[in-house]
């Protein structure tokens, strides 16, 4: 076969394997998005919510936004930086969290002051929702396993809704801890945007 005839047929079977790769990710994408909403079908373990001088899509933004990201998910005085982000559904995000030197106390999950986590974007639902998987990367057992963060928006008078709801906790993570920390993360979001002009 001559090179001229080669090229063509090259090029089509490249382009065949490229539309079935597309088609397993979607697959991929689907079977992942089932899961995760049989996964939230139930009582969730713990559900923080607070009305945001916001719209869902300022919101949003503010919730796939690197550098936004690290500005209002820190909990308390704790510092943060995202070490890779891929947006979109099957992708995601590692993190860090570091506690600050004023803490006397070590408890980090992946060393003394450092919480380092990997969140998978299971569902991607601009400007309403958005769900994770999230892991820490940890040794310890009781803080192994992936735990569940569903966030939805819902515009009301006065602002938007913002609800988060955990499913799946590690064991050594107490539900009253994880809803002090979301409530911080919310205020923090709330702070930010709020002081953005319109």
Known sequence: MSEKHK???????????MEVEEAEARTRALFIR??????????PATSNNQLIKATPEQIYVALTNPDMLVRW???GEMTGQIHAFDLREGGGY???LRYPESEKVMKGKSSEREDRFIARFLILEPPHRLMEAVQFDTADPAFGGEMIMDIQLKAQPGGTKVTFAFYDLPSGIKPED?????RSSLSKLAALLE???R
């Open 7 to 17: 090229q063509p047929q090259s090029d089509f079977l490249k382009s065949q394997r």
């Open 34 to 43: 089932h899961q995760a909403e049989k996964k939230t079908r139930r009582q």
């Open 73 to 75: 998910q820190v909990p």
């Open 94 to 96: 590692t993190m860090s």
């Open 178 to 182: 994880n809803e002090a920390g979301t």
């Open 195 to 197: 002081r953005q002009p």
